[in-house]
């Protein structure tokens, strides 16, 4: 077993006291190699607690209370001007760029009940040293006019409203869900609790609001014992309360009349006297389809037993076709629903929910009734399957201790909720997280407890069910009235008034960005990255594996493999295995679509990403219904899945996953097999699966990111790609076609013709690339369960691997060129721009400029990095960024929830013209920050065993750059030069601003379109505009998105959906959804 630095830990003991600061709780899970440490101050009241596991990421959680009774947004805001300065280090972006090279990222979120910043750092060295900056900039921020101006709301010059928390929640005010869920709150809580409060800011407060008003919450809530700072990963307890005595000695003492505790003292209504179903309108041309939001108030928040208790049954009632409701709504012809999903608001009381998606609109009241009607009847212990949510209970369990596993977060988040609900002495903190006994005993609760549970919380308890119904006439009123509104303002302002504010955000933007003094940046040293500890593990190879990747690992691990596959047997498939500590094993199983005759790509998205939900038929002749074949899977494994790509890469793949407890190995290869090869492709079934299919479009189609992603793939790719056959745009009318031809017994008899076609053609033994990861050395047999596998395959080939399908041999001419074209995409549902710019990058992993070209687009995006400051910073838009794709041999420039897409471009374009030619100098803090943010992300790729293990697979046998790439890519990105960042933004970033060498993907409102069209043809762009999404709008007015004297370049979506109160980001995505760490 691969060793771990925690297999020795024990509940040791350590001090009781640490200066100020008196120790709560100390104790090590029964269920992870976590330790769990929670100190109070006696002088301030400031909580910290320690998670202690293994992992080469620290983090933390600075968490604070931050209730609000109304729509101001004040905690948001205030979320927002906590990175702009603190009264110890007044400079906007400071905190950021020493988390550049403290090889760290910083974010926040606000919920209703909480505002939480984060810092992720590779290794414990940058978190010490950024730890007290972080705090001061929380507990102490400037809170300057200027930066509320820049930063919340403003109008510019060109009378166009702007703000980044503003373009935040412009383009998720009226969305659907953010429609129903606030009204839900309301009729749940009243109009005056604090649950009811849009946290985030409504539009027409935060035109409103003013920066006295933020300054007096920030005093109200921002105090030391309202705040708790939770560290999880390997770090030293006396090391984090050595610098946390330090901070908590220059806090000021606590008042002698204590503070109450926000919302556990705050009265708030938590019953309703009757249920209630209300429609509510969301903007939106298509109304086919709506949306269904049904919540209770449930239990309190220390009750572990019924809060754990409801979360499983939420899981019985709605999880998987196999469930309560989606048996009876969704797995039907003529679905009432396409999917259901059970969550919870975990408040002082709890909040459960079921959302229904794509419910028809004429179909909305009978399918909440009958979605009642069917919790109703469950109120009979004779209706619940006893032995069937037992196996919920087990799988849950499970499900918990693989996320503690894998992730601080899971426990990081009950301390956030301990801190905000639990009793002061920590010990609901050691209830809920000292060991998962909660589980064992509801594995003994009898029908009549569940049954009365349900009862207790869903039936006799009173319902809030909102109905969203789509709304052409509120959108035509929403765009009538934005377009009087800025009507109304240019009136009233004329050109002296417009004038004067420009001047003032000139101003404010000036203070913003006063530069800070190098002594200030370069007093904090950057660690050695030698120091952060990565996670290793063991690997070995069997069958075809060998061959491929020419010869064996010499190693214990590999000695156990051979001796477990006899001589005379030979594997005909290719099996990577990889041995660390854990109590899940991990199969992961790669195939290449390229063997999928291309007219056969459509049916993977509806169809084979569903083959574990259809019937079978085993080897023995016993016949599998779809509902058993669910349940026994979900009773054998901990999660399973197909679907296209490898994590958001390799998108001509398509992947399996299944985990499960170690003894479950070889059951999980046997579903596996059966899946392959013993499913029955049901004519009922597949009708279901193609209606639901067809029905989730609409509800897809409101993103503006989605259309404009589904643009780029549907023109730059050809009919040979995955990618492309299954863009759900691309596949609607195939599957309203198919939904037809299922009906007619010829056209079926096709359809089972084409699927029997693509299961010989895909699963096929040389197809097969096997990832086996987890506790190997605790298996009783590693390789013999895949000899028994290969042997039932029916179409066995000893023939050399097939090779792995790259995405750059399926582009159309359009995406080989990549020149002179942009596309425009109206979406009603929208009120922000996505816009993308599309230029050719390199092609191969190994390509010599990926180091210089990731410092160059890191140096450009990275926090307070020119984009940030130049882009987000003036409120052109939410976000902007660089991404580099070797897998599509693009780079891309992207414009996410933009409020003057155009503008931002054009800022975009003349930085990083003035980096390029030298007229504007490389700072050497940025350079150091841009290598630092991707160390970061390195680390935060490997933070699990699990995840480190895949991406050294990945790595070596999909990339082929070998095992040990990372660290030679850090290697290299030391060694960059400025000269070479200078070379890689001429040879590559340059021409993503010139119509001759980029091609333009807009999602707007139609009433932008025009605008961007008229800008885009200025600058010598051929475009097409697309079909309305969602509808006809022939009838919509032009409005602006850019200014009039703008004369270059277009921008995109990033691919990264922001929470809406994430306030910094470094702009870093999982090494293995994008191409390079």
């Known amino acids: 077993m ?165 373009s935040e929640m412009q383009g998720v005010e009226n969305t659907s869900y ?88 705050t009265p708030t209504r938590y019953k309703l006297s009757e249920s209630v179903v209300k429609r509510v309108a969301f903007p939106e041309k298509d109304t ?3 949306e269904i939001l049904m919540s209770w108030v449930g239990p309190h928040n220390s009750d572990i037993i019924s809060n754990v208790a409801i979360d499983i049954l939420g899981g019985y009632l709605s999880e998987g076709g196999a469930s309560v409701l989606q048996k009876e709504l969704v797995e039907i012809e003529d679905p009432l629903a396409t999917d259901i999903s059970y969550y919870t608001d975990d408040y002082i009381r709890t909040g459960v929910n079921f959302m229904f998606n794509s419910v028809p609109t004429d179909k909305l009241e009978e399918c909440e009734q009958k979605a009642f009607k069917l919790l109703k009847s469950h109120c009979s212990s004779s209706k619940f399957d006893l032995s069937k949510i037992r196996e919920c209970v087990e799988r849950e369990k499970s499900q918990a201790m693989l996320s503690c596993e894998n992730s601080a977060e899971t426990l990081a988040l009950v301390a956030v909720s301990d801190f905000l609900y639990g009793k002061r002495d920590g010990s609901d903190l050691r209830a809920n997280a000292k060991d998962l006994s909660e589980y064992d005993e509801l594995a003994n609760w009898t029908a009549e407890q569940w049954s009365s549970l349900l009862k207790t919380y869903l039936i006799e308890n009173k319902r809030v069910s909102i109905l969203g119904v789509p709304s052409p006439e509120l959108y035509a009123s929403i765009k009538k009235e934005n377009k009087e509104r800025d009507q109304n303002t240019k009136l009233k302002l004329g050109e002296k008034g417009l004038a004067k504010l420009n001047q003032k955000l000139n101003d404010a933007q000036a203070i ?10 370069f007093s904090v040293k950057s660690p050695n990255p030698a120091n952060i500890r990565f996670i290793t593990t063991s690997t070995a190879r069997a069958g075809s594996a060998v061959k491929e990747t020419g010869g064996k690992s010499k190693n214990e691990l590999q000695q156990l493999i051979d001796n477990d596959l006899p001589s005379h047997e030979e594997l005909p498939i290719s099996i990577h295995f990889n041995d660390f500590e854990s109590k899940f094993i991990k199969i992961d199983i790669f195939m290449s679509s390229f063997t999928v005759p291309k007219e056969l790509l459509a049916y993977t998205e509806g169809i084979l990403t569903e083959l574990f939900t259809l019937p079978m038929k085993l080897d023995d002749g016993t016949e599998l219904s779809s509902e ?36 479950n190995y070889e059951k999980a290869i046997e579903w596996i097999q059966r899946g392959f090869w013993n499913t029955v492709f049901d004519e009922k079934k597949l009708q279901v699966l193609a209606e639901k299919h067809v029905n989730s479009i609409p509800e897809r189609k409101r993103e503006g990111e989605n259309i404009m992603s589904s643009t780029i793939n549907r023109v730059l790719l050809n009919d040979r790609s995955l990618c492309k056959a299954k863009d759900f745009l691309e596949c609607e009318s195939f599957y309203k076609e198919l939904s037809t031809n299922l009906s007619n017994k010829n056209k079926f008899i096709e359809i089972l013709n084409d699927l029997e076609r693509l299961r010989d053609n895909l699963f096929t033994s040389n197809n097969f690339r096997i990832v086996v990861s987890g ?84 140096y450009m995006q990275c926090v307070e990095g020119p984009f940030w400051r130049g882009i987000r910073g003036t409120g052109l838009a939410y976000g902007a960024n660089l991404h580099r794709d070797v897998e599509t041999g693009r780079i891309v420039f992207s414009i996410y929830r933009g409020s ?104 707007c409102n139609p009433s932008k379109s025009d605008d961007i069209k008229t800008l885009l043809e200025s600058m010598n762009y051929e475009v097409t505009m697309m079909e309305t999404i969602g509808g006809d709008d022939s009838e919509d007015e032009s409005g602006s998105d850019m200014s009039e004297d703008e004369s270059s370049s277009s921008g995109d979506s990033d691919g990264e959906d922001d929470d809406m109160s994430e306030a910094g980001s470094n702009g870093d995505e999982d090494t293995m959804s994008e191409d390079e760490p």
């Open 288 to 290: 086919s389809f709506g």
């Open 512 to 521: 913003n960005d006063a530069k800070i003094p190098d002594d200030i940046i």
């Open 2 to 166: 691969a060793g771990s630095v925690f297999s020795s830990l024990s509940e040791k003991t350590s001090p009781d006291k640490f200066g100020n600061f008196k120790k709560l709780v100390s104790f090590k899970t029964a269920y992870s190699s976590t330790y769990v440490t929670k100190w109070i101050s006696e002088r301030t009241g400031l909580q910290v607690v320690l998670l202690k596991k293994e992992s080469p990421v620290v983090e933390g959680y600075f968490t604070v209370a931050s209730e609000v009774n109304n729509d101001s947004g004040t905690p948001h805001t205030l979320e927002h001007l906590v990175f702009m300065g603190s009264n110890k280090y007044p400079y906007k972006g400071l905190l950021d760029i020493l988390g550049n090279r403290l090889f760290s990222s910083t974010n926040a979120w606000t919920g209703v009940d909480q505002t939480v910043y984060t810092l992720e750092t590779a290794g414990w060295e940058g978190f010490d040293s950024l730890l007290p900056i972080y705090l001061d900039h929380i507990l102490h921020p400037t809170l300057t006019d200027s930066a509320c101006l820049t930063e919340v709301y403003h109008v510019d010059g060109q009378c166009k409203e702007k703000g980044v928390v503003f």
């Open 178 to 265: 953010s429609l129903m869920g606030l009204e839900c709150q309301r009729l749940l809580y009243g109009k005056d609790s604090p649950f009811s409060s849009e946290t985030g800011g409504l539009m027409e407060n935060l035109r409103v609001l003013d920066n006295e008003t933020i300054k007096e919450f920030h005093k109200l809530r921002y105090r030391p014992d309202n705040l708790c700072v939770i560290v999880t990963g390997m770090v030293e307890e006396n090391e984090l309360m050595d610098t946390m005595l330090k901070i908590d000695n220059e806090i000021l003492p606590l008042p002698s009349t204590p503070h109450g505790r926000e919302f556990v003292d």
């Open 900 to 1003: 003057d897409a155009g503008k931002a471009v054009t800022v975009a374009r003349d930085q990083v013209l003035g980096f390029a030619d030298g007229t504007t100098e490389l700072e050497d803090a940025l350079m150091e920050g841009a290598v630092s943010s991707i160390v970061n992300s390195i680390a935060k790729s490997e933070r699990n065993s699990f995840d480190a293990s895949l991406g050294l697979y990945v790595d070596d046998i999909l990339k082929g750059r070998g095992t040990n790439y990372n660290r030679q890519f850090m290697a290299a990105l030391n060694a960059v030069t400025k000269d070479d960042v200078r070379y890689a933004m001429n040879k590559y970033l340059v021409g993503l601003y010139s119509p001759e060498s980029s091609m333009a993907f807009v999602a």
């Open 628 to 663: 058993e074949v669910i349940n026994s899977i979900n009773r054998d494994t901990v999660y399973h899945s197909i679907h296209p790509s490898i994590n958001g890469q390799f998108e001509e793949m398509i992947s399996v996953k299944f985990q499960v407890k170690n003894e």
């Open 775 to 858: 506790d190997i050395k605790s298996l009783k047999s590693a390789v013999q369960p895949w000899v028994g596998f290969t042997k039932k395959s029916f179409a066995i080939k000893f023939e050399p691997i097939v090779e792995v399908p790259r995405t750059i041999k399926v582009r159309s001419e359009d995406g080989i060129a990549l020149a002179n074209k942009a596309y425009i995409s109206p979406v009603p549902a929208t009120e922000s721009t996505f816009l993308s710019l599309v230029t050719v990058g390199p092609s191969e992993y190994l390509d010599k400029d990926i180091p210089a070209l990731a410092v160059a687009c890191e």
